[in-house]
């Protein structure tokens, strides 16, 4: 069974910028997933943000597109989110699905990393 957890959460200021990381255990799953970043304010919905095809195409929430970027490592088994300009509404437990809208594999979640944007 795949594991996923992911990294780089913390503390953030408003404007500022921070880096995710999610680590996948099979390379073989890996390679041939989507890969998604999800995030979970307080009282929310889970609402999906990001996403990176098995091809390295990406697409992005309108919420973020322009500001965050989603790219993977398939080498490293690893999908990045770079976050740029946060604001206090990007406060939330942030999560890397794979195959969060169908695939081969079966969908699978990380328990999360959770974000902080406040000054």
């Known amino acids: 069974q795949v594991q996923l957890v992911e990294f ?7 404007g500022g910028s921070l880096m995710l990381w999610c680590e996948v255990s099979l390379g073989g799953v890996f390679s041939i997933s989507d890969m998604g970043w999800a995030r979970q304010a307080p009282g929310k919905e889970r609402e999906l943000i990001a996403l990176i095809s098995s091809k390295n195409e990406p ?3 309108d919420s ?16 990045y989110l770079r976050m740029n300009d946060l ?14 809208t169908g695939g081969i594999a079966p969908n699978s979640w990380g328990p999360g990393t959770p974000v902080t ?3």
């Open 8 to 14: 780089g959460g913390g503390l953030v200021q408003p």
């Open 59 to 61: 697409t992005y929430a």
């Open 64 to 79: 973020v597109k322009g500001r965050f970027t989603i790219f993977r490592k398939n080498f490293e088994n690893t999908v």
């Open 117 to 119: 944007v406040s000054s």
């Open 87 to 100: 604001t206090p509404d990007g406060t939330a437990v942030y999560f890397c699905p794979l195959n969060p």
